[in-house]
């Protein structure tokens, strides 16, 4: 059974950067592909990236130009960093692996609100 | 690009059915999609995912209430027996080349 659980700092102040990481237990980050999903208050689930056991990345198209996906095989880990953040990116993040070659979400993390405010 | 369409809310009393849906846009029919459940103030947790041949394959300890069928663009999530717990937001979700999609939820009442 994986285990995917979000840190990083909860409050980011505009302008600045994003950055989470979701420790996986269970299973091996090489094996699987890995994805970010967030929420903001009260709205739906928006995709924000994925990442292939390869390190191959896949961005949602409305945040292409400010985030980033890595792989840390040492520690087990996958990443996410989002720059020039707004009060807009204020929601709740997901860390999710995702079946097989890249299809569904089949397990996700517990999710961490992140708050942009200065 | 891939669309999911799902009505904002549906309503049914305990005990009783009902069905979900998601449409697919019209040149994607063809799509799997996978279901989400997110009760209140939880994460989201994987479902099933419902093929366009109707066949679904569902999730770790996911209740045999709960099951999916297709027709067309349409893919179902029908829930039988409800129960109060059952009351949450679903959302349905499918993937293609390079990029993944949600709908954008159903809420459920169970009355």
């Known amino acids: 059974q994986v285990q995917l659980q979000e840190s990083g700092p909860r409050l980011v102040k505009p302008s600045e950067t994003l950055s989470l990481t979701c420790t996986v237990s269970?299973?091996?980050?090489?094996?699987?592909?890995w994805g970010w999903i967030r929420q903001p208050p009260g709205k739906g689930l928006e995709w924000v990236g994925s990442i292939s056991p390869r390190g191959t990345t896949y961005y949602s198209p409305s945040l292409r130009s400010r985030v980033t996906l890595s792989l840390d095989t040492s520690k087990n880990q996958f990443s996410l960093r989002l720059t020039s953040v707004t009060a807009a990116d204020t929601a709740v993040y997901f860390c999710v692996k995702i079946y097989g070659s890249g299809s569904y979400f089949d397990s996700w993390g517990r999710g961490t609100l992140i708050t942009v405010s200065s | 690009q891939v669309v999911l369409t799902q009505s904002p809310s549906a309503s049914a009393s305990l005990g009783a059915s009902v069905n979900l849906t998601c449409t697919l846009s019209s040149a994607h029919s063809s799509y799997s999609i996978a279901w989400h459940q997110q009760q209140p103030e939880k994460g989201p947790r994987y479902l099933m995912k419902?093929?366009?041949?109707?066949?679904?394959s569902k999730g770790d300890g996911i209740p045999d209430r709960f099951s999916g069928s297709s027709s067309g663009a349409e893919r179902y999530l029908t829930i039988s027996s409800l129960q109060s717990d059952d009351e949450a937001d679903y959302y349905c979700q499918t993937w293609a080349t390079n990029i993944w999609v949600f709908g954008g939820g159903t809420k459920l009442t169970v009355l």
């Open positions: 419902v093929n366009s041949d109707g066949s679904h």
């Open positions: 269970g299973y091996s980050i090489t094996n699987y592909y």
